[in-house]
């Protein structure tokens, strides 16, 4: 069956960095663009990147634009999104999925099918 297992998650201090890794398995990845949400306690979950099944395209929320970069392995079978200049406001579960969407670099959460099961990413004042 499909899986996608995220890591990397954890406390760190405001200014602080972090690397995600989410591995994806029982589909094949390099035919789908994968994307990273976020939700935080008492909100929606929200878009936060998306990258292209070649890798060559991203596109990223406003609010992350200049700090989180993501990327992705196809040989790896791996997306990640290194997040840096962490802010308070950015703590929640972080959440890759994969895009069933044919237009791509999809921005809604219907637009993908497969998730994984988050990984918590808290940043300390």
């Known amino acids: 069956q499909v899986q996608l297992v995220e890591s990397g998650g954890g406390l760190v201090q405001t200014g602080g960095s972090l690397r995600l890794s989410c591995v994806v398995s029982g589909l094949t990845f390099s035919t789908r663009d994968m994307g990273w949400f976020r939700q935080a306690p008492g909100k929606e979950r929200e878009f936060v990147a998306v990258?292209?099944?070649?890798?060559?395209?991203?596109a990223y929320a406003d609010s992350d634009k200049g700090r989180f970069t993501i990327s992705r392995d196809n040989a790896k079978n791996t997306v990640y999104l290194q997040m840096n200049s962490l802010k308070p406001e950015d703590t929640a579960v972080y959440y890759c999925a994969s895009e069933v969407s044919p237009y791509g670099l999809g921005r809604t959460q219907n637009e993908y099918d497969y998730w994984g099961q988050g990984t918590q990413v808290t940043v300390s004042s």
């Open positions: 990258i292209t099944r070649s890798g060559g395209r991203r």
